[in-house]
């Protein structure tokens, strides 16, 4: 295994990267200085493409351990975004063995990865690392990474203790305005994927931004009244740095997000259509009620599965300082 210190070449790309090598050399304001994103200390278990598994470092005193899968087009640091304020961190101080599937910028020749490929080399292959020990592993998918962890646990079943999902799109029948973009006909998702090969972050990033037009205006606003407050221009940084950080997606996995999720609302993988009826293990969906990115209406088609509502928009919804202090505990409760 790497330690992070070993592997920070990779991060000389990133955002999280520039602002810890500004730390490091002091040229922050010493109050600044402590908006340490992605704080949490690890070790990678290996790097495969544009994946980078890493394991938390802590002691372990429950049975299985927790894998996560962010969503495939964001920077991983969100879920450990702050000291005090990372959902990695409770989970470590909860007892339990951590893992990260990190993603970062795909090489070239990831515009060929197909969808089988990102399961069977990348993820499969992470859960099955994570699992040697005690036969299982309890999976937790963020956003588009939650539609990832239900695709894994649909494929491989005896591998999931538990299945946690945190505004995960999975019934695309309903899905809001990124739906109906997704779905025009003057998309034209060949003609996109041939001109860039993976497709860019800052395409995504707009395409996000289109949907709240006057949000900058409204968080600039809210800055500026907030000038003063140190702590909220911490986390405003934080939060900032992490939206800012977007990275590409693999040409081909989009084409399938596009086509298979968006357009069909079907999930068929190496010619078999998987079914949501098949998933046994526990579930927890959780979704936000403000959520402007992944509606509500797009959770989870299992009524089976432990349902919860969440406060707030996408983000602040589960890592925000309501869910940190009600849903948080509630969750680990359960995952015990």
């Excluded at 040229?27 to 994103?37: D, G, N, T, Y």
């Excluded at 429950?62 to 989970?91: C, T």
């Excluded at 109906?180 to 994927?193: M, P, R, S, Y």
């Excluded at 349902?307 to 015990?336: C, M, Q, T, Y």
Aim: proline share 5%.
């Amino acid at each position: 295994m790497l330690s992070t210190d070993a592997r920070a070449a990779t991060d000389d790309l990133s955002l999280h990267g520039a602002w810890n090598q500004a730390r490091t050399l002091g040229l922050l304001p010493s109050w600044l200085s402590r908006a340490q994103v992605g704080a949490t200390a690890f070790d990678e278990v290996f790097q495969k493409g544009n994946l980078r598994f890493i394991k938390y470092r802590g002691p372990r005193t429950q049975k299985h351990p927790i894998v996560i899968i962010p969503s495939l087009i964001n920077r991983h640091y969100i879920l450990d975004l702050l000291p005090g304020r990372s959902l990695v961190e409770a989970f470590t101080q909860a007892g339990f063995e951590t893992y990260m599937m990190a993603w970062g910028h795909p090489p070239a020749e990831d515009r060929y990865l197909t969808p089988e490929e990102l399961f069977e080399r990348r993820i499969l292959k992470a859960i099955e690392m994570a699992s040697r020990e005690t036969g299982q592993v309890h999976l937790v998918g963020q956003c588009l990474g939650g539609t990832l962890a239900t695709i894994a646990a649909l494929i491989a079943p005896e591998k999931i203790a538990t299945l946690s999902l945190l505004t995960a799109p999975l019934n695309f029948e309903n899905s809001g305005q990124l739906g109906e973009w997704a779905k025009t006909e003057t998309l034209d998702i060949d003609a996109l994927v041939e001109a860039y090969g993976n497709v860019p972050a800052t395409l995504l990033h707009t395409s996000f931004q289109f949907l709240k037009p006057s949000m900058p205006f409204t968080k600039y606003s809210k800055l500026f009244a907030r000038r003063k407050d140190e702590e909220f221009i911490i986390n405003f940084i934080a939060m900032e740095m992490w939206a800012n950080d977007a990275i590409s997606f693999p040409g081909l996995c989009y084409k399938f997000i596009i086509e298979e999720l968006y357009r069909k609302n079907q999930i068929t993988l190496g010619g078999r259509r998987l079914d949501f009826e098949a998933l046994k293990m526990p579930i927890l969906d959780a979704m936000a009620t403000d959520d402007h990115i992944v509606p509500i209406q797009t959770r989870l088609p299992l009524e089976r599965a432990y349902r919860k509502d969440l406060s707030g928009g996408h983000i602040g919804g589960v890592i925000g300082s309501s869910a940190r202090k009600n849903f948080w505990p509630e969750w680990i409760e359960w995952l015990k």
